[in-house]
């Protein structure tokens, strides 16, 4: 199977400007989450989607937000965008909600 | 809230010579153990999990793990470490077998000398 595909890979924007990231999950998994990672905080959970519904939310203000489709893709927005927000955000995806996590490869977030 | 730590930033062991990367847990409850590695620009790749059953797990590439319930401990192990093993490790814990809302530590960053 075809492991988790995110895109795009590298994004450059400015802040203020708002992006859309994308994830692909393994096929026949329904479970999306999403993951900032950062040298300063590290890895930190954002949200987890199962059929096309929020489940699970960590600690991140509104600007960040996401949706899932009914084909299991989903896609992150953040708005408003800030200097902190420069970071390789990770999808992972599982079969079941409580399965292994597999993640892709990130999208590389640079914001000037 | 659960989490976990990995006390050490960073792992130096001579190639062929086991090696060992601590990471030890806070959870209420049962907890749901993982390691994971990252190489360079990469994403996460999984490595092993504890769920429940036997104390010590194997996972992919010679890579295991043992479970602590005690010391609240789930350290990674190799017998033999290879230089291709040189990258950043993480363990991770859920607090519950249907939330994906998983708390990674740090990281060990793993050097393997020829």
């Known amino acids: 199977k075809a492991g988790v595909t995110q895109t795009p890979r590298y994004l450059i924007k400015t802040r203020g400007q708002q992006v859309t990231l994308s994830c692909s999950p393994i096929s026949g998994h329904r479970s999306v989450s999403w993951y900032q990672q950062t040298p300063g905080q590290g890895l930190q959970f954002l949200f987890e989607?199962?059929?096309?519904?929020?489940?699970n939310k960590g600690n991140f203000p509104g600007r960040f937000s996401g949706r899932q489709f009914s084909n299991s893709r989903s896609e992150m927005n953040v708005s408003t965008l800030e200097l902190g927000d420069s970071a390789l955000y990770l999808c992972?995806?599982?079969?079941?909600?409580?399965?292994?996590?597999?993640f892709g490869p990130g999208t590389r977030l640079t914001v000037l | 809230a659960q989490s976990v730590a990995q006390p050490e930033d960073q792992v130096n062991v001579a190639e062929g010579n086991p090696l060992t990367v601590k990471c030890t847990y806070s959870?209420?409850?049962?907890?749901?153990l993982f390691w994971y590695v990252q190489y360079p620009n990469r994403g996460l790749q999984f490595l092993l999990k504890y769920i429940t059953g036997d104390n010590l797990v194997k996972g992919s590439y010679g890579f295991e793990a043992e479970f602590n319930k005690s010391q609240t401990s789930f350290h990674l192990k190799k017998p033999s470490a290879l230089v291709s093993d040189s990258a950043l490790y993480f363990c991770?814990?859920?607090?519950?077998?249907?939330?994906?809302?998983?708390?990674f530590g740090a990281g060990t960053r793993l050097t393997v000398k020829p």
């Open positions: 959870v209420s409850g049962n907890p749901y």
């Open positions: 991770a814990v859920r607090a519950s077998y249907n939330n994906n809302d998983m708390r």
């Open positions: 992972a995806s599982s079969s079941r909600g409580a399965d292994t996590q597999y």
């Open positions: 989607y199962f059929s096309e519904t929020q489940r």
